[in-house]
């Protein structure tokens, strides 16, 4: 693991750090914070932070206040990228929806991604028992929290294995990809065309074929998100959790949009959120 940088940050300390991952076939790179208690080598609770699309490993980490909030409550965060990056993939850097910057955090099936895009896998184990083994972080008390791409990657991974992931929130995440015009266009091409492949990677999905989590998934959504009708589409995953009795609070938000100032507004809420449930 090479040290790209580290700073000193609200009593504990920022680092950015790369490693050749076996996963995906290619160097990445992630961010981690660890608060003022991991740095004398207590182990301390840990929340994962799946940005959007276009994002990188840096961009939540500094444009969301949330390290400021996660030193409060003594809670560690892992940041990793958004996809792999150097894929040499045809056309990876054609749109901003589909391939750099948009992995979508799930294990592509179909050529030529199958290669390398496996961020699922790379989510659901390598960066954990990486970082888990490097720094002071408590994997029994480890959450996981998203922004639109990442909302949706974070929904997914939780309500797929909820015993690994303690807690869960999201801002603005996509919850029904495989009906919307970016999860179409994202899962047809990572996955093919047959359509019950994707269930597997679909919030709203999970839900209407009973997977549930068993704490109290934290949504906000703005009322003026650019994305909403067309991309987001709440009420779905909302009337899903209903039927399936989930826990679920959902705070819709008016005049905020798809921003990290919409981010930035309700940060201190989530983190309050995993705190209450992994501190506990």
Not at 103 to 126: K, N, V
Not at 188 to 201: H, I, K, N, Q, T
Not at 204 to 216: C, D, F, I, M, V
Not at 257 to 270: A, C, G, N, P, V
Request: some cysteine; charged content about 20%.
């Amino acid at each position: 693991m090479e040290t790209l940088s580290e700073t000193y940050c609200c009593g504990g300390r920022l680092g950015f750090y790369r490693h050749a991952s076996s996963v995906l076939g290619l160097e990445a790179a992630f961010g981690v914070f660890l608060p003022e208690a991991a740095l004398s080598g207590t182990s301390v609770p840990v929340v994962h932070l799946l940005a959007g699309l276009t994002c990188n490993h840096e961009t939540f980490l500094t444009k969301s206040s949330v390290v400021r909030f996660a030193a409060q409550h003594g809670i560690a965060l892992v940041a990793p990228d958004t996809s792999p990056r150097g894929a040499a993939v045809p056309g990876e850097d054609d749109a901003y929806d589909l391939g750099t910057g948009a992995g979508f955090y799930l294990d592509a099936t179909r050529p030529p991604w199958a290669a390398h895009y496996r961020m699922g896998s790379y989510i659901a184990s390598e960066l954990p028992s990486l970082t888990e083994g490097v720094f002071p972080l408590n994997g029994a008390r480890r959450g996981i929290m998203g922004h639109s791409m990442g909302g949706h990657g974070a929904l997914v991974h939780a309500l797929g294995v909820p015993g690994f992931w303690k807690s869960v929130s999201a801002f603005a995440p996509i919850v029904h990809p495989a009906a919307v015009p970016w999860g179409e266009k994202a899962f047809g091409a990572y996955l093919g065309e047959d359509r019950r492949a994707w269930d597997a990677w679909d919030a709203t999905a999970l839900l209407r074929s009973g997977r549930t989590h068993p704490e109290t998934i934290l949504i906000d959504q703005g009322l003026a998100d650019q994305f909403l009708a067309r991309e987001l589409q709440p009420e779905v995953f909302e009337d899903a959790a209903r039927i399936a009795g989930q826990k679920l609070n959902l705070r819709r938000q008016a005049h905020y949009d798809h921003s990290y100032w919409f981010i930035q507004t309700f940060i201190e809420d989530h983190m309050a959120h995993h705190a209450l449930i992994l501190k506990s």
